[in-house]
């Protein structure tokens, strides 16, 4: 079955640097886009980036120039490099992939269980 592993949230002051990764198996790797999304409390999710089958990537204008999205498909792994981190960025983070090639929306099928990142 298909499953993915977030890692590599933590704490960081404002301005500190962060990657995550999302370890993935169970599917096809390379024929799923795949994508990150943050949740913060009282707050909707919100896409953050995502990556296409053929590697183009996506970002959401708070976190363009900031953060880079890339994966490997040789270790079914995504990452998501984090740096110049704000206070604003703390949130749950979650990676989700799904068998399109491009992840437009985050109607998407599997999702990890998420990594918190906090930042202050």
């Known amino acids: 079955h298909v499953q993915l592993v977030e890692s590599g949230g933590g704490s960081v002051q404002a301005g500190g640097s962060l990657r995550l990764s999302c370890a993935a198996s169970g599917y096809r790797y390379a024929s799923y886009c795949m994508a990150w999304f943050r949740q913060a409390p009282g707050k909707e999710r919100e896409g953050v980036a995502s990556i296409s089958t053929d590697g183009i990537p996506t970002y959401a204008d708070s976190v363009k120039g900031r953060f880079t999205i890339s994966k490997d498909n040789a270790k079914t792994t995504l990452y998501l490099q984090m740096n110049s981190l704000k206070p604003e960025d703390t949130a749950s983070y979650y990676c989700?992939?799904?068998?399109?090639?491009?992840?437009?929306?985050?109607?998407?099928?599997?999702w990890g269980q998420g990594t918190q990142v906090t930042v202050s």
């Open positions: 989700a992939a799904d068998f399109f090639q491009y992840c437009k929306t985050d109607r998407l099928a599997y």
